[in-house]
């Protein structure tokens, strides 16, 4: 069975200081992972998928195959960084296309 | 681009009664539409995926006869909450995949309130 795991709901920073937003997965083969964002009263949005290896926002998340983790992390957390953050995987896209699997997601606060 | 809608953003309805929402895709086609329930402060729930012309695929535990959901062409799903009750009460998400490259875009929402 495939599971996404964000150990933490809640995760509070102040400007400027590094943030890493942990999620942790198991899957028996090759997923591909996400994170998206979901800023307040918005729709959620994609912010960056392993497989694209690019940087969004400031924000890069590399896949750890042997941890099974694909944390997020951005060097100096700003203010409109604030909103809920979701890890999700999906199998590889050839055998059932994109059906999405979500951590439970992490609330990010950062504070002037 | 990759614009996609709900109608109705909120709804109250009755217990008992049916209630109908609608997703559409409004500046692409999508291959597949997705259903999501999402409780207050918890994460979404894959309800289901369609395939335009063709049977949902319901997760598991999803009564398939309460959600009732039609993928009618590439940029409407309907979902269909019949005899609704109050535990019903949700926000409800969809999502559709550009095919192309399997990224989804989501919906913003629909909030569903039976009383």
């Known amino acids: 069975a495939q599971r996404v795991t964000q150990p933490e709901k809640l995760l509070s920073v102040f400007k400027g200081a590094p943030v890493e937003l942990k999620c942790n997965y198991s899957y028996s083969g090759s997923p591909e992972l996400f994170w998206y964002v979901q800023y307040s009263r918005q729709r959620l949005q994609l912010l960056l998928r392993?497989?694209s290896r690019e940087s969004i926002k400031g924000f890069t998340a590399d896949l750890n195959k042997g941890e099974t983790s694909f944390h997020l992390k951005k060097p100096f957390a700003q203010e409109e960084d604030s909103a809920m953050y979701y890890c999700a995987l999906s199998p590889p896209r050839e055998t059932s296309g994109s059906r999405l699997t979500f951590g439970e997601g992490t609330q990010l606060t950062v504070n002037p | 681009g990759a614009v996609v809608s709900q109608h109705p953003s909120w709804v109250i309805c009755k217990s008992g009664t049916s209630v109908k929402i609608e997703c559409r895709s409004l500046?692409?086609?999508?291959?597949?539409m997705f259903w999501y329930r999402q409780f207050p402060k918890q994460s979404l729930m894959l309800m289901a995926t369609?395939?335009?012309?063709?049977?949902?695929?319901?997760e598991q535990g999803v009564e398939k006869d309460k959600f009732l959901i039609n993928h009618a062409s590439l940029t409407l799903s309907t979902l269909t909450v019949t005899s609704a009750h109050p535990e019903d009460s949700s926000f409800y998400i969809c999502?559709?995949?550009?095919?192309?490259?399997?990224?989804?875009?989501f919906g913003p929402g629909t909030r569903l309130t039976v009383t």
């Open positions: 999502s559709c995949d550009r095919s192309y490259n399997y990224e989804q875009y």
């Open positions: 369609s395939n335009e012309g063709s049977k949902a695929t319901y």
């Open positions: 392993h497989i």
């Open positions: 500046d692409f086609q999508a291959t597949t």
